[in-house]
């Protein structure tokens, strides 16, 4: 009797993780199956097709994610420096079998384990709270035309879920402290779809932001949603060859939407005062 509860039990868990798993993928409400092999019927250039709620992936015209041509980015004077502030949070890993995704929580209710502020182009300062964490392999913004082996996506939402991203793009070179504390998680993600990661230190991912790449975009999957205010930092991060192997090896495919165009969108940055564009370290040899 007690074994067959258990398993009981265990079937609610695995039903209930793969609904989360589901809703995770498509980040708000539910909807087909969409893949990122090109030339396929559910592929990035299909997903318009795939479902009227998907209709943005389509037609949208400010979609993400984009290709950032540093030499008509236009400094804005009116944006600052992203303020940013971390909390040390229980987290879970997810598999969704679409993407690696961390969500917070803490007894069982999720949490948004810290807050930014950003100003708008026109000079308001807007606070997010953070929601959630997402990875991208190989990056889905280009810089340059330049692809990245790794983007690490931060979702913000404020009170009426209008959506800030901070994008962070990667190189391969030395560790990075971050991955170090999720080393164990993600191997167990390969073969499990949710995985508790414990308290998790989130601290190192908002170390001074200098410079970034601002944009109105979309969520870069389905419903592909507009109105996203999107961050690409403008210095990298790096992280060691093992630990990118850690994140692509759960997954069976590649996860980047090809970028879209531009349209009549204009990119911004913002540098700090008297420094130089750190974004060129990106893009040129040192
Ligand atoms: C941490 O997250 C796990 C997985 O969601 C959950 O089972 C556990 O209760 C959480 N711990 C706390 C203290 O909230
Ligand atoms: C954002 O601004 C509010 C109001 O000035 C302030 O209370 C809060 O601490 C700021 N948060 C961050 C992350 O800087
Ligand atoms: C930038 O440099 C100028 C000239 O050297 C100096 O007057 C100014 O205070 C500096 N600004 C900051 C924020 O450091």
Same mark, same amino acid.
């Given at each position: 009797?007690?074994?067959?509860?258990? &398993?009981?039990?265990?079937?609610?868990?695995?039903?209930?993780? &793969?609904?989360?798993?589901?809703?995770?993928?498509?980040?708000?409400?539910?909807?087909?199956?969409?893949?990122?092999?090109?030339?396929?019927?559910?592929?990035?250039?299909?997903?318009?097709?795939?479902?009227?709620?998907? +209709?943005?992936?389509?037609?949208?015209?400010?979609? &993400?994610?984009?290709?950032?041509?540093?030499?008509?980015?236009?400094?804005?004077?009116?944006?600052?420096?992203?303020?940013?502030?971390?909390?040390?949070?229980?987290?879970?890993?997810?598999?969704?079998?679409?993407?690696?995704?961390?969500?917070?929580?803490?007894?069982?209710?999720?949490?948004?384990?810290?807050?930014?502020?950003?100003?708008?182009?026109?000079?308001?300062?807007?606070?997010?709270?953070?929601?959630?964490?997402?990875?991208?392999?190989?990056?889905?913004?280009?810089?340059?035309?330049?692809?990245?082996?790794?983007?690490?996506?931060?979702?913000?939402?404020?009170?009426?879920?209008?959506?800030?991203?901070?994008?962070?793009?990667?190189?391969?070179?030395?560790?990075?402290?971050?991955?170090?504390?999720?080393?164990?998680?993600?191997?167990?993600?390969?073969?499990? @779809?949710?995985?508790?990661?414990?308290?998790?230190?989130?601290?190192?991912?908002?170390?001074?932001?200098?410079?970034?790449?601002?944009?109105?975009?979309?969520?870069?999957?389905? @419903?592909?949603?507009?109105?996203?205010?999107?961050?690409?930092?403008? +210095?990298?991060?790096?992280?060691?060859?093992?630990?990118?192997?850690?994140?692509?090896?759960?997954? @069976?495919?590649?996860?980047?939407?090809?970028?879209?165009?531009?349209?009549?969108?204009?990119?911004?940055?913002?540098?700090?005062?008297?420094?130089?564009?750190?974004?060129?370290?990106?893009?040129?040899?040192?």
């Amino acid at each position: 009797m007690a074994s067959q509860m258990s &398993s009981a039990w265990a079937a609610v868990v695995v039903i209930v993780s &793969s609904l989360l798993a589901v809703a995770l993928s498509h980040d708000e409400g539910g909807g087909p199956s969409f893949g990122y092999t090109p030339g396929t019927p559910d592929g990035p250039e299909n997903w318009g097709k795939l479902s009227p709620a998907y +209709k943005a992936c389509g037609d949208g015209k400010a979609q &993400s994610p984009i290709d950032i041509v540093i030499a008509n980015a236009v400094p804005n004077p009116n944006l600052d420096t992203l303020t940013r502030v971390y909390a040390p949070s229980n987290a879970t890993l997810h598999n969704t079998g679409k993407d690696i995704v961390m969500s917070f929580e803490q007894g069982g209710e999720p949490v948004m384990p810290g807050s930014i502020n950003v100003t708008t182009a026109d000079g308001t300062v807007k606070e997010f709270k953070f929601k959630m964490i997402h990875w991208h392999v190989p990056g889905e913004h280009t810089v340059n035309g330049k692809r990245f082996p790794l983007e690490l996506h931060m979702v913000h939402v404020d009170d009426q879920d209008h959506k800030a991203v901070i994008g962070i793009l990667y190189e391969i070179g030395n560790p990075d402290p971050f991955y170090d504390q999720l080393t164990e998680k993600l191997r167990e993600l390969k073969t499990t @779809p949710t995985v508790a990661a414990g308290v998790v230190e989130l601290k190192s991912l908002q170390k001074r932001t200098g410079s970034y790449f601002r944009y109105m975009g979309s969520l870069t999957t389905p @419903p592909c949603t507009e109105k996203v205010m999107w961050n690409i930092l403008g +210095k990298g991060r790096e992280l060691s060859q093992e630990q990118l192997q850690l994140i692509t090896a759960p997954l @069976p495919h590649q996860d980047n939407r090809p970028p879209q165009p531009l349209n009549a969108r204009q990119v911004a940055f913002y540098n700090p005062p008297n420094t130089t564009i750190s974004i060129q370290s990106l893009v040129l040899p040192p």
